[in-house]
């Protein structure tokens, strides 16, 4: 009897849920987003009050794995299923996608003004013109030190204009003294490499401006990284262990002391504030130099709008709203961004925190951004930038492990590049 | 008599919770049908009837398996990173030239794609030693469970337990164990042994890749073999001990000959899962360190998914060589095991 | 009948269980005990492991060697400083142990403090101090993730699909399984050949292409997206179309002569008979779409319809895992089906042996 009752009751359940999609009043626009901290909430947040405002429109916030905006948007959009909004950081990869907001939104100066440099990353070459989004944050590449550590081991820390040998064998120094596991780790990541290959010297590109990835700046950071994995400075854990070009981060290893010094981004600052708080002094530094440049790599997540959209009015509505300087500034404020909007950069955004060590880190970062070398600039606004940082640290982590010898490793970078590239320019 | 007696009391064992569960609206539904159905059946004659009962598992599977597998087979003959088939330029053979491009096949370094043969060689390895591990604690686990023990229902379950899980859930609860400052690293200090960065390791990567799938799997097949063993007719065994052979000697002429057929069903469908192996493995060691564990099934998924320019004709092109290998993999299995039936 | 079987049982186990001489072990004996006593903690350790980890704080986590059991450091409120202070055993330099509250850590000093005696700070080096801890259970790890999203949604749909999915999938399956098994008739070993060679076949690899077909019927972000394509399993057939193989022909034949029509001969005397291996077909099927998550991450993108599989990954970011909130996921999504294996397991155990699988 009671079975029965059970079956009936899943069954009417089932069917219900089934319909439930189609029965909405209002606009509703669907934002598919990410998270690495408390953003989403945030985000919600200022969204309620732009519903309070707005009655008709109804925004919803998809919260999905961020294995899912690198994935499985791609096909979706390509399929036309996307939602109206989406957070990406494939900029470039996915610009075919996303919408002209031109004729929606009130005030296109006000965008070109206040997002221009980032407009670039989001348009397709030979587009000079389209607005499609803004940053929800701009993120600049760059090492956090344990400066109690340094001190602990009474080293002094490499001060400014220092270069990554400086930095590595400073941190081995440290290391060895204290009996810390690692010396020095560097996320596995392309984009993490990026900002110190052109320090290095590395160009990214040709005269025609055409990628070329392997040349003897990036040959020579390649090697360094190969021979600190050799000689202990880097740890074997993060490039030597998972295939391809998959994202491992030292970020609890550093936040529990056991790494000196690390090569990550702006974007931990939250996390460290919360993880590490006044355990010990986290210490954003400046990138270190190369020969040729002392860079990190800007980056960073875009809310665009996309072509599936089928309520672009509301949708310019929204990105006004969300874009407009006092909404913004909350934002970077509350989750601790680096505002990508150059007038709140230039007036400095109010974050809401009080520890000293997240303050530094967010004023090094911001006063890192304009000395970024413009191939950094560059690279970060190509469309197929994604293809050179996979070919870049997958073929090193192979090298790494020992699978491929270092040459071999750049052979098959150049010949990775050309054939992904190759391929997507066959039939458009 | 004996085996009759076994199977009646087999099938009456369990299936009364789901026959409540399932009797009321299955019942409804069964009769509503009915009717339909006679009509059909007086319409088109007897003989068409098997065609109405595999016609809607047909459909489906038509619609979701067979088509994508035609689009699958397109993909893998066109070119550039479109996802409607209308938008891709055919380029005839030239995924398949590139895949099949190499100095000489047995050192993955020579090939154009060293990726996609560095996976076959990898899930040769894999394959070949999950599968003799899983035929192996099966059948030992089978023996065991089929001797009279204390708690026999338990210890059954409790094997089977792992089958349950996902592979995700899996490589999780093995990935927790196994990290540097992991409970069996701490074993091995507290032992005074130095502790192992396993995912390090190439070798013991691969160890623990084929160490956690037949962890996760051989429950089932050890209920399968089981099934085969309590199926043997107890005269045989009664006959060998008057005659005192030894033990041994009943085990290979009577037991293992008798387990035979299980034994290929264990066989084929743990082969099977072996080649198919992709998400536990890819979440426990993320297919490292290099390319030491990484599988076709995740070259595959790699190339045409995961990668920023999702290149679908070239994973279509693997996928198709992977199908026709398994394919032919299969068909000799079966002409194996019918040359056996015969024999 | 339960008599009968274990007398069966019985003798098919004689040869290798009779204890010869009688009362005396065999090494076998012995063997198997120990086999299956390690075989257990193998089978539950790591998952007990994992459970009792996920209790654990973060800083908990990463001790090393780690505790069993989940413990929280004793704090106390010291005169002087807002927050309470974690309480540390100290040996000093003279050998005496003290009970000291530590103001913060540099490197491999710490500064300390006597909560009796507020004004002194006391530098210690951390090697000679260790945390006074008591048993404390970290909820948040499973609270903090379970508020961010909507729960119960997740598990409805969770349970919708897998409910109507199994329902389809028994449906399709045993009637296919049914006109494979019971006539002869053209084209029925080229079925059985697609129906096996298609065994083979991962989802995975179609991926892309079944995302195609699902987008033109129009099916993305509907629950019918998750429930329809896995249904038709050649898994499924070929596991119950073995088993209807093994059910007298003579039963089928006389319900013949009785006018039965097929689809009753089909519901009232095949399936009956075969309910051990729709059971099997049943557990597995509920396994599958429950712990299904690869394919749901592509065809649901609108929180509505997602399954409690995406639902309990949506907080994994761009950054690394934070473990805390990964084991707490984990045993979430471990539970139900810890439940069903908890009541259903000696019925999952008897339907797969009896099932057999020839």
């Known amino acids: 009897m009671k079975n029965r009752l059970h079956m009936t009751l899943a069954m009417g359940v089932a069917a219900l849920g089934l319909m439930a999609g189609n029965a909405l009043a209002e606009t509703e626009l669907r934002m598919t987003w990410y998270n690495d901290g408390i953003e989403g909430e945030v985000m919600r947040g200022i969204l309620d009050k732009f519903e309070a405002d707005n009655p008709d429109i109804k925004v919803t916030l998809d919260v999905v794995p961020y294995k899912a905006i690198l994935e499985s948007l791609p096909v979706q959009l390509a399929a036309g299923e996307g939602p109206d909004i989406a957070r990406v950081t494939d900029l470039g990869g996915l610009s075919k996608y996303y919408m002209d907001l031109t004729p929606y939104i009130s005030d296109p100066a006000y965008w070109e003004e206040n997002f221009g440099p980032f407009l670039k990353w989001l348009r397709q070459p030979g587009d000079t013109s389209s607005i499609s989004g803004f940053m929800t944050q701009l993120t600049v590449t760059g090492p956090y030190v344990n400066k109690t550590l340094f001190e602990q081991a009474e080293v002094e820390m490499p001060g400014e204009g220092a270069t990554w040998d400086d930095w590595a064998k400073a941190s081995k120094e440290v290391a060895d003294k204290l009996d810390i596991p690692i010396p020095m780790a560097w996320d596995r990541s392309g984009h993490r490499v990026a900002g110190p290959a052109i320090s290095m010297g590395a160009k990214m590109f040709d005269a025609d401006g055409e990628p070329a990835l392997v040349d003897d700046g990036l040959k020579l950071m390649a090697t360094k990284l190969y021979d600190w994995h050799q000689d202990g400075t880097m740890a074997k854990e993060l490039w030597g262990s998972v295939s391809g070009s998959q994202y491992l981060g030292a970020n609890e290893d550093f936040a529990n002391a056991k790494v000196v010094m690390y090569m990550s981004g702006s974007w931990q600052i939250p996390q460290f504030a919360d993880t590490i708080g006044d355990a010990f002094d986290w210490w954003a530094v400046p990138a270190p130099c190369g020969p ?85 600039f560059d690279l970060q606004g190509y469309v197929n930038n994604r293809v050179m940082f996979n070919a870049l640290i997958s073929r090193l982590g192979e090298a790494i492990v020992g699978e491929l010898t270092l040459d071999q490793a750049f052979d098959r970078m150049t010949q990775d590049v050309e054939q992904q590239i190759a391929e997507k320019k066959r039939g458009g | 008599m004996a085996l009759e007696d076994t199977t009646r009391s087999k099938s009456d064992s369990g299936p009364s919770l789901l026959n409540a569960i399932a009797a009321w609206p299955v019942r409804v539904l069964f009769t509503i049908l009915d009717v339909p159905l006679r009509g059909l059946q007086r319409l088109l004659g007897i003989r068409a009837m098997p065609y109405v009962f595999i016609l809607p598992n047909l459909a489906f599977f038509g619609l979701f398996v067979v088509v994508p597998l035609f689009i699958n087979f397109a993909f893998s003959v066109t070119g550039g990173t479109n996802l409607y088939l209308d938008d891709r330029p055919f380029v005839g053979l030239e995924q398949y030239g590139f895949l099949f491009d190499c100095g000489n096949y047995l050192d993955p ?14 899930t040769f390895t894999f394959v070949f030693f999950q599968v003799s591990l899983i035929v192996l604690f099966s059948l030992i686990t089978a023996l065991i469970l089929n001797r009279e023990i204390r708690g026999r229902g338990f210890f059954r379950a409790a094997f089977f337990f792992p089958v349950l899980l996902s592979p995700v859930v899996v490589a999780l609860i093995w990935k927790w164990i196994l990290l540097r400052d992991g409970v069996l690293n701490a074993f091995l200090v507290s032992m005074g042994l130095d502790p192992v960065l396993y995912f390090v390791s190439p070798t013991w990567s691969m160890f623990w890749a084929i160490f956690v799938s037949v962890w996760a799997h051989m429950g089932f097949y050890t209920l399968i073999l089981l099934a085969g063993l309590q199926a043997i007719p107890p005269d045989l065994y009664e006959a060998a001990e008057m005659d005192g052979t030894k033990r041994e000697r009943v085990f290979f002429r009577i037991t293992l000959p008798l387990l035979w057929p299980n034994m290929l069903v264990v066989i084929v469908l743990a082969l099977i899962k072996a080649v198919q192996i992709f998400d536990e493995v890819f979440v426990l060691t993320g297919g490292g360190p290099g390319t030491a564990t990484q599988f076709i099934v995740q070259y595959i998924y790699t190339t045409g998914f995961s990668n920023q320019v999702q290149n679908f004709g070239l994973a279509a092109a693997a996928s198709v060589v992977l199908g026709v290998v398994l394919f032919v993999l299969t068909l000799l299995q079966l002409a194996a095991s019918r040359r056996k039936d015969e024999a | 009948m339960a008599e009968t079987s274990t007398m069966s049982e019985r003798s098919v186990t004689r040869f290798l269980t009779a204890r010869r001489g009688g009362g005396s072990l065999h090494w076998t004996d012995i063997f198997s005990y120990v086999y299956l006593a390690l075989g257990v903690a193998l089978m539950f350790g790591p998952v007990v492991w994992l459970a009792l980890s996920s209790f654990k704080t973060p800083a908990g986590l990463q001790e090393f060697p780690p505790t069993l059991l989940p413990l929280g450091q004793i704090e106390r409120s010291v005169e002087g400083y807002d927050d309470p202070l974690p309480m540390f055993k100290v040996t000093m330099d003279d050998g005496t142990v003290r009970e000291l509250a530590q103001i913060r850590r540099i490197g491999i000093i710490a500064q300390m403090v006597d909560p009796e005696n507020p004004d002194e700070t006391i530098k210690v080096p951390i090697a000679s101090r260790e945390p006074i801890r008591e048993f404390r259970v970290a909820w948040e790890n499973y609270t903090k993730p379970l508020e961010r999203f909507n729960f119960l949604t997740y598990l409805n749909n969770s349970v919708i699909v897998t409910a109507a999915a199994t329902l389809v999938t028994l449906l399709i399956n045993s009637m296919a399984a049914f006109g494979l098994a019971i006539y002869e008739f053209r084209g029925r070993n080229a079925v059985m050949l697609f129906v096996i060679g298609t065994l083979m076949i991962p989802i995975t690899i179609i991926l892309v292409p079944a995302y195609l077909v699902v987008t033109e019927l129009g099916m993305v972000n509907t629950l019918w997206a998750v429930i329809l394509p896995g249904a038709a399993t050649p898994t499924g057939v070929f596991l119950l179309r073995q088993y209807m193989l093994t059910i007298p022909r003579d039963l089928i034949e006389a319900a013949r002569m009785d006018k039965a029509s097929e689809w009753s001969i089909y519901w009232r005397i095949v399936l009956p008979l075969s309910l051990p291996a729709i059971a099997v077909l049943a557990i597995f099927s509920v396994m599958w779409r429950w712990n299904d998550f690869l394919w749901p991450l592509i065809v649901l993108n609108r929180s509505e319809v997602y399954t409690l599989q995406i639902g309990l990954n949506a907080f994994q970011g761009e950054l690394d895992v934070q473990w805390h909130y990964v084991l707490a996921m984990t045993v979430v999504a471990l539970i139900p089906v810890t439940l069903v294996f908890a009541f259903l397991q000696r019925f999952i155990t008897t339907g797969i042996a009896s099932s057999g699988m020839k």
């Open chain 1, 292 to 376: 040729a440049a002392c860079t990190g790599m800007p980056g960073g997540a875009s809310l665009v709008a996309l072509k599936t959209s089928k309520h672009p009015e509301e949708v310019g509505k929204l990105m006004d709203y969300l874009s407009s300087e006092e909404v913004l500034g909350e934002f970077y404020g509350k989750t601790l961004f680096i505002p990508g909007h150059l007038g709140l950069a230039s007036k400095g955004v109010d974050f809401a925190t009080d520890d000293p060590r997240a303050k530094h880190a967010l004023s090094t970062f911001s006063s890192a951004v304009p000395s970024i070398s413009p191939i950094a």
């Open chain 2, 109 to 122: 370094t020579t090939c154009r794609e060293d990726r996609f043969w560095r996976g076959v060689f990898n």
